[in-house]
């Protein structure tokens, strides 16, 4: 869409939300507000919307999009729900888990949405405004995070105009997201599954209704953000870092107090919902480097630290 058009705010009201799936039936991108950060989406059985996405975000075309929908059953006119694929959709949708699944023939879904792959990622978002446009629009919506490709992910609808703003139709302004990090990404096969990517959801709770994942590492990329370079602040960063040195904005977190604190109680919830807040913040900073203080790998510290580590890459 390129940077000569003016992007319109809309509230999370009726007219805001007609107002929206209008723009998204006519192929448009609209930034949204979910429970993890802000996506930027269009409708997904249409390739020219879906290629407004990768030239508003500049995203690399081998990385394929999450597909949001309204409830399971409309995830199952898309993808193949096998027994399991039901118990995680009873357990967690609506939510912050995503689902690679295998892409039912005849589905409509835009090639690009799944970078040629024969999966689809599948999510059904708990935030109410995403859910009353999907509702009131009636599409499945591709919707990565709405930022440029390689910056940091979108908590606030200000963290969305920093870097789209004149490249898409609107934003709605849901206020700061609950989650603060992008959904648990799994996979699920015929001989067991996988995490893709760490989130809100631990693998504990899914191994609880799946049992234990597959050993071994993932193949290839499968979903979104498994980049190694993700999220990128746009500066070195320095993690486990108990103060900071000389020029560096430090990221404080429990004992560790910084110049941005991540949680000065110890709480992985709060650090999560305030983890890209403070990259913004540090990345706006005059210091050339970022110092980052430790965090927990366990629960949710596995996602936090999977992005830090995306971001320091």
């Given at each position: 869409m390129g940077g000569k058009h003016a992007t319109e705010w809309l509230e999370t009201d009726a007219a805001g939300v007609v107002r929206a799936a209008g723009l998204l039936s006519a192929g448009r991108c609209?930034?949204?507000?979910?429970e993890t950060v802000y996506g930027l989406a269009a409708r997904a059985d249409d390739a020219e919307?879906?290629?407004?996405?990768?030239?508003?975000?500049?995203?690399?075309d081998f990385n394929p999009l999450?597909?949001?929908?309204?409830?399971?059953?409309?995830?199952?006119?898309l993808a193949h729900l096998d027994h399991h694929a039901q118990m995680l959709a009873t357990r967690f949708w609506p939510g912050p888990l995503?689902?690679?699944?295998?892409?039912?023939?005849?589905?409509?879904?835009?090639p690009a949405v799944t970078a040629g792959l024969a999966t689809i990622a599948l999510r059904v978002p708990a935030h109410p405004a995403m859910?009353?446009?999907?509702?009131?629009?009636?599409?499945?919506?591709?919707?990565?995070?709405?930022?440029?490709?390689?910056?940091?992910?979108?908590?606030?609808?200000?963290?969305?105009a920093a870097t789209l703003d004149g490249r898409i139709a609107a934003i709605m302004d849901g206020g700061a997201c609950n989650s603060g990090v992008e959904s648990t990404i799994v996979a699920l096969r015929?001989?067991?599954?996988?995490?893709?990517?760490?989130?809100?959801?631990?693998?504990?709770?899914?191994?609880?209704?799946?049992?234990?994942?597959?050993?071994?590492?993932?193949q290839g990329i499968e979903a979104p953000g498994q980049m190694t370079s993700h999220y990128a602040p746009g500066k070195p960063m320095r993690l486990n870092a108990s103060e900071?040195?000389?020029?560096e904005y430090l990221i404080g977190f429990g004992a560790v107090t910084g110049d941005c604190t991540l949680s000065a109680s110890g709480d992985l919830a709060e650090a999560a919902a305030r983890l890209y807040a403070c990259l913004h913040d540090a990345a706006a900073a005059s210091q050339?480097?970022?110092?980052?203080?430790?965090?927990?790998?366990?629960?949710l510290g596995a996602a936090i630290n999977d992005r830090l580590r995306r971001a320091a890459a």
């Open positions: 609209v930034a949204l507000p979910t919307a879906v290629a407004a996405i990768y030239r508003a975000k500049g995203r690399p999450i597909v949001h929908v309204s409830d399971a059953s409309r995830a199952a006119r995503t689902m690679v699944l295998p892409l039912r023939d005849g589905a409509g879904i835009a859910r009353a446009v999907l509702h009131a629009s009636g599409l499945a919506l591709a919707a990565p995070s709405a930022n440029r490709s390689g910056f940091i992910s979108p908590t606030t609808p200000q963290h969305v015929d001989e067991g599954w996988s995490l893709l990517r760490p989130g809100p959801i631990a693998r504990d709770s899914l191994a609880e209704l799946l049992g234990d994942p597959l050993p071994g590492g993932v900071a040195q000389g020029d050339p480097v970022i110092a980052v203080a430790p965090l927990p790998q366990d629960g």
